[in-house]
C-alpha cells in the first residue's frame, strides 16, 4: 500500500510531495524550508530514503540539497542538469526503488519542455502505474511556460512541451494521477488558470489544451499567452544550479524608530507586512506596503532591486517570522532588521505616521474630469488587454519602481484588479512624495460606475 501526502506552498503556487510506503519515501521538489516535509514523514513514521527534483527550478529555491543531506538520502536530479554538487544523475527509463515491502518504484521519464532536462517520475506499484509528478510539464488544464531558460529556446521548448505531453498521455494510464509542482497561482505555468485541486491522465486528455490541440495551434497560444517573468527568476536558477546554502530562519536584529530611519535614509527598503487598509491609515513615511496575507515573496522579490537590504515592519513577532521563511523560498536569506507593534512605535518622537485615502471605483467615477486626477492601471499587461478604464495610464506595479518618473502631473488614482497590487503601487508612490489614492475595488465594478471601461 502507497501513500502520497502533498505539501503546500500556496504563496508561491507550488506543491511538493512525499511519497512511499509503510517504511521509506521520497520527496519531489521540496520547499527551502523542508521542515514541513520532515514533519509529513514523521507523521507517516517512514525514513526518507530520496529526493528527486524534476528540474533546475526557476521560481523558488530548492531544499532537495539540504534535505538529501540532512536525512541521507539519495538526490536525484536529471543528468542534463548542469550543477556544481554531487547528486545522483537520472536519465529517461531509470527506475528507483522507494519502498521494496510495498513494491513501490519510482521510474524517470524524460519530459523535456519547461526546461531543455525536465523529467517527471512515475510511481509504481507491482509494475502498475498510480502517479506521476510531473514538475513543470504536464499541470492541470496547462503545462508549465517554455520561456525561463532562454529566449532563443522558446520556441523548441514549447513544442517539447507539446510532444512530452503527448508521450505522457500516450504511455500511461488514464487513471494515473498527475501531481505537478507548479500551476496553483505559479508564474511557471503557462496560464493563470489554476484549475482543479486533482486530476488524471485521463482528464487532461479531455481538456487540456496541450493533447487537445495540434502542435502548431498549440503553440501559437501558448507563445501569444506568455506573460512577463517576474524579474528574481534569474537568479534562481544559478542559485539551485550552485546548490543552495543552509537555510537560516533565527530571528533578525530588532530595529528601534533610530534604526528604520536611518535605514530608510541609505537607500534601504523597509517593508510595512500589515493588511493594506492599515497601512493607508498610517505608516512610516517611506516605508513601502506588501501585505503579508498576500503574495508576498513573490511580488516583494519582483520588485526589489536585487541584493538590497530589507527591514520588516509588523504587528507581531509571528508575522515577521512567517514573512522572513516566505522570503527565503526565493532567495532573500535574511531581513536586515525587524520591528514590532504599531507605526507609533517605529517613528521617532519629533514625527508622526503619515496616511493616504482609499477609494472605491465609484468615488473616482464621481470626481470631476478637471480635476487633475491621474488614474493608474498597474495590473499585468494581459489583464489590460482585456478591458482597461479610458484615458489611464498603464504600468504594471513591477515596472513601476523604475518607472515611476513616468506619471502624469496630478492626484494618482492608482488601480488593479482587486486592490492588493493597488496597495503596493500606492506606498511606492507615496514614498516619493506624490499624491495618491488606493482604489480598494474590484475591476469587475468599474463598468457599473459611469466609468468609461474599452474591450478588445
Not at 530514503?49 to 543531506?69: C, F, I, K, P, S
Not at 488514464?174 to 501531481?179: G, P
Not at 505616521?353 to 480635476?371: E, I, N, Q, Y
Amino acid at each position: 500500500m502507497f501513500f502520497v501526502d502533498t505539501i503546500e506552498v500556496s504563496g508561491l503556487g507550488n506543491r511538493s510531495y512525499v511519497a512511499g510506503g509503510a517504511r521509506t519515501a521520497v520527496v519531489v521538489d521540496p520547499p527551502r524550508d523542508f521542515d514541513q516535509v520532515i514533519a509529513a514523514a514523521a507523521r507517516r513514521g517512514v525514513r526518507i530514503t530520496h529526493v528527486a527534483e524534476t528540474h533546475l527550478h526557476n521560481d523558488y529555491v530548492t531544499g532537495g540539497l539540504e534535505l538529501a543531506r540532512v536525512t541521507g538520502a539519495a538526490y536525484l536530479v536529471p543528468a542534463g542538469a548542469d550543477v556544481a554538487f554531487e547528486r545522483v544523475p537520472v536519465r529517461d527509463g531509470d527506475r528507483t526503488g522507494i519502498d521494496a515491502a510495498a513494491g513501490l518504484t519510482l521510474r524517470a521519464m524524460a519530459t523535456p519542455g519547461h526546461t531543455p532536462h525536465h523529467t517527471s517520475y512515475v510511481l509504481e506499484e507491482d509494475g502498475a502505474e498510480v502517479a506521476v509528478f510531473t514538475g513543470g510539464s504536464l499541470l492541470i488544464g496547462a503545462v508549465g511556460r517554455p520561456d525561463l531558460v532562454e529566449p532563443r529556446l522558446t520556441e523548441q521548448l514549447a513544442r517539447a512541451q507539446h510532444a512530452s505531453a503527448h508521450r505522457l498521455a500516450r504511455e500511461l494510464a488514464e487513471e494515473t494521477a498527475v501531481l505537478p509542482t507548479h500551476g496553483f497561482g505559479s508564474f511557471c505555468s503557462s496560464t493563470q488558470a489554476e484549475g482543479g485541486a486533482t486530476t488524471t491522465i485521463g482528464k487532461e486528455k479531455a481538456s487540456n489544451g496541450a493533447l487537445t490541440r495540434d502542435v502548431d495551434t498549440f503553440v501559437a497560444d501558448l507563445l501569444a499567452g506568455l506573460d512577463d517573468i517576474p524579474a528574481y527568476y534569474t537568479h534562481m536558477g544559478p542559485a539551485n544550479a550552485a546548490g543552495p546554502r543552509p537555510l537560516d530562519l533565527t530571528p533578525p536584529a530588532v530595529a528601534d524608530a533610530d534604526r528604520i530611519a536611518a535605514r530608510l535614509a541609505a537607500g534601504e527598503w523597509v517593508v510595512d507586512l500589515r493588511n493594506r487598509v492599515a497601512f493607508a491609515a498610517g505608516h512610516v513615511a517611506g516605508s513601502l506596503n506588501f501585505e503579508a496575507e498576500g503574495q508576498l515573496a513573490t511580488y516583494l522579490a519582483w520588485l526589489i532591486p536585487w541584493g538590497r537590504p530589507v527591514t520588516l515592519l509588523a504587528e507581531s513577532a509571528e508575522q515577521i517570522a512567517s514573512a522572513q521563511r516566505e522570503l527565503a523560498r526565493v532567495g532573500i536569506e535574511r531581513p536586515a532588521a525587524a520591528a514590532t507593534g504599531a507605526p507609533s512605535d517605529w517613528v521617532r518622537e519629533d514625527e508622526s505616521p503619515v496616511s493616504f485615502p482609499r477609494a472605491t471605483f465609484a468615488d473616482l467615477a464621481a470626481r470631476h474630469p478637471g480635476d487633475g486626477v491621474v488614474v493608474l492601471d498597474v495590473r499585468r499587461n494581459s489583464e489590460r488587454a482585456a478591458a482597461y478604464i479610458e484615458g489611464s495610464v498603464h504600468i504594471p506595479v513591477h515596472e513601476l519602481y523604475r518607472r515611476g518618473t513616468e506619471v502624469p502631473a496630478g492626484q494618482v488614482w492608482v488601480h488593479c484588479a482587486g486592490g492588493m497590487r493597488a496597495g503596493i503601487a500606492a506606498s511606492l508612490l507615496h514614498a516619493t512624495g506624490r499624491d495618491v489614492v488606493a482604489v480598494d475595488d474590484g475591476f469587475d465594478s468599474a463598468g457599473h460606475t459611469g466609468l468609461t471601461v474599452r474591450t478588445v
